[in-house]
């Protein structure tokens, strides 16, 4: 076989394989779109259900639509117990988030930076509560509290938040860390700052996204906790565990409200970050170029 | 993105440069939290399972025991709830896999030339978690319930029995935990098929692999961390969920699962031994699965 047939065949199978992939490209480019479209449509449906109903002229269950009214909007605090459970719910998610992010951060360092024996155990203890079920680590957590004889009540939430939110806390900030130089560090020490300075003037605001996004997850998490919350509760309320007591007997329109402001702030967050993350990429591709 | 950190494990340890008492005050407060709030309480759910009531005393007082028979009557008395649980965890996580595949496919390899539309249906995945878990369960229950439109429609074109329900059965609470925990499968397939080098994709269909089986042999094998870790992130939280199947949302009378029977005998009937004894067990069965699995489908290093 001369050079020439060799060049002419491969070719040819170029071709042949070249035209086989167009078909299929073709074939997946209308199926695969649509079908995602499909899917992202489908797990929407319970949040403009919820959406919608939040403007529902109910009376005591918000099942049937009765019309529409602005009131539950205006007026969220009629029924006192939603905004009541609301406030509380908004209180624990914040101390268990500063808290699990404070203590999680200050780990996610240790296990990048530093050395230390023990450190699979400690890997091992992080990982764990991830891999529990949540009814196994709320009725650890209450047999717990029974055994020492403590009072359930909002203290005793903010304990529990707090301890299955460091995990997630450590892995969101871990992977920061890690792609954190070194040599950075290594230039404000040469530049004669002091340990505080250094971490203050130069780690810290280059973790700060992942805590930031660290931050958020674990006050995501507390917010909308429900299982764990109800073994460890005792009579206090928060917003979850309000829809559980009043789901049978009728969820108030308000408790709509508020689930869908809370959702709109979130992903309105959620978009400013990556949104401005992607600029930034960009910003800093243009500067590489 | 925390999930899909957690899930492949993209975090590569920098080599630790230094000793120091730092990493120790770094760990200590944390370390400490983690030990009084996540293992005592572990072991005191360990001993609270082995305690038997105390003589002539009222319901809910239990004083430290031995007793190993309380596994014994847990098992045989919730057999059936435990299966269930896991049948009906298994069945939602391959229904799961299945929504999640081809969605993740086109996000993280489709749609790769428009970093901006990547981004927006990710956000579009985990909207579902910014609305309240419950109230979101709630919404299915009314559009599936008997007076909803799908259901009705079904039966006034006769594809539904007039007097059957949808709600209340174990298909409903299957759908129910399949919806609640998709964006858990999604965003770890999602996080690892992102990074599918497509040319070895190419590579198979020019060695003439028919693109089934370029699927099945290339794609599906390389992103085997991304299912695996979906796959438990699914199962775990399904297994012991008690919202879907509970008879006010979109459980019946016959749909109870094991964290159903934990919740109504810890926090309802005060039987603490047995709620104690049911965690243990679903708890043991879990890691077993776990540490099975994963050694299995040979990714070790997500541990």
Redesign the interface.
Known sequence: MSTQEARILSEAVTDR?AT??RG?IGF?SWV??V??FV??VF?????A??FV?SFNDALKSN??WRGFTLNNWTNVCAKIEVCEAFGNSLVIGVVATVIATT??T??A??L?????RARSQ?S??????????????G??????F??AGVQKGIGTII??H??FC?S?V???V??R??TLD?ALEEAGRDLYGS?AQVFWRVTFPLLLPGII??AL?SF?LSF?D??IT??NAGTTST??KF??IS??RG?PAE??VI??A??FL??IL??IT??SA?ARRKRLEKEGK | MAFAAFATGTAKEQAPRRKSRIALLLLLPGILYMMLFFLVPLVSLVMTSLQAPVEFGDIGEYETAFRWENYVVAISTYGEHILRSFGYALMATIFALLFSYPLAYFIGVKARPWPLLQKLMLVMVIAPFFISFLLRTLAWKSLLSDEGFLVSSLKALSLMAPDAHFTGTGAAVVFGLTYNFIPFMTLPLYANLERLDTRLVEAGGDLYARPATTFFKVTVPLSMPGIVSGVLLTFIPAAGDYINASPQFLGGPSTAMIGNVIESNFLVTNNYPAAASLSIILMAVILVMVVVYIKRSGTEDLL
């Open positions: 394989t086989a992939r299929r997946g695969l779109p079908y995602a899917a992202l797990l929407a449906i319970p949040i259900y919820t109903f099942v049937v203590l999680g200050m780990i360092i240790a990048v930076r530093y050395r230390f400690i091992l203890l992080l990982f764990l509560p991830m891999a529990t079920p949540e009814v196994v680590l009725a650890a957590l209450a047999a717990e029974l055994t304990i529990a707090t301890m460091i997630f450590v892995v969101a871990k992977s860390v890690s070194p340990p996004a660290a997850l995501a909308d429900f299982i109800n073994f917003f979850p829809i559980y789901a049978a969820i408790a709509n689930a869908s809370v959702f979130a992903i959620v978009l990556q949104i992607e």
